[in-house]
């Protein structure tokens, strides 16, 4: 056994490891349809993300574009995402050549996911409205007409093309 070798290479381990845990916006941009799925249900969502340091980018993003209770996340995160992205730079590197840039794309398999998640959110919001509407208080315009009928849609938003 190799002393000298054997501690650097665990002490390398760990450090990555940790850098991983930490980094939550690197992790979740090393997967592609993760994030090109969710640029595609997301109205506010960029329409180009880089590949590279794409965890300081998407923590750049989230403070920039505000949020409540996420933005000190994403402060006490960017460090630690500079460091994981500096840990996964040569990958990140080869896959910004191969495919460039992230894109919003459509993701069967999350799709049918979101629009039930979707259409359950729109029946509870219709189900306040209602509820509020036999109170008297009519805040909710958008969505029921004066005369009943309801004005979005209930199927959860359009399939995958």
């Not at 640029?39 to 993003?61: H, I, K, N, Q, T």
């Not at 069967?108 to 039930?116: D, F, L, S, T």
């Amino acid at each position: 056994m190799r002393l000298g070798v054997c501690p650097f290479r665990r002490s390398l381990a760990i450090l990555m490891i940790w850098c991983a845990q930490c980094a939550c916006a690197t992790v979740f941009t090393l997967s592609t349809d993760r994030v090109e799925g969710t640029m595609f249900e997301s109205y506010d969502a960029p329409r180009s993300l880089p590949r590279v340091f794409s965890g300081v980018a998407a923590d750049a993003l989230c403070v920039a574009g505000g949020g409540e209770g996420i933005t000190p996340l994403c402060l006490l995160d960017l460090p630690l995402s500079v460091v994981g992205d500096i840990a996964v730079l040569p990958f990140t590197a080869y896959q910004q050549v191969r495919h460039g840039n992230f894109h919003p794309r459509c993701i069967p398999e999350q799709r049918e996911e979101i629009r039930a998640r979707n259409r359950r959110e729109v029946e509870a919001a219709l189900e306040l409205c209602r509820k509020d509407a036999e109170k008297g208080i009519s805040n909710c315009g958008s969505m029921i007409a004066p005369d009943g009928t309801v004005l979005v849609r209930l199927d959860g938003g359009a399939p995958c093309p």
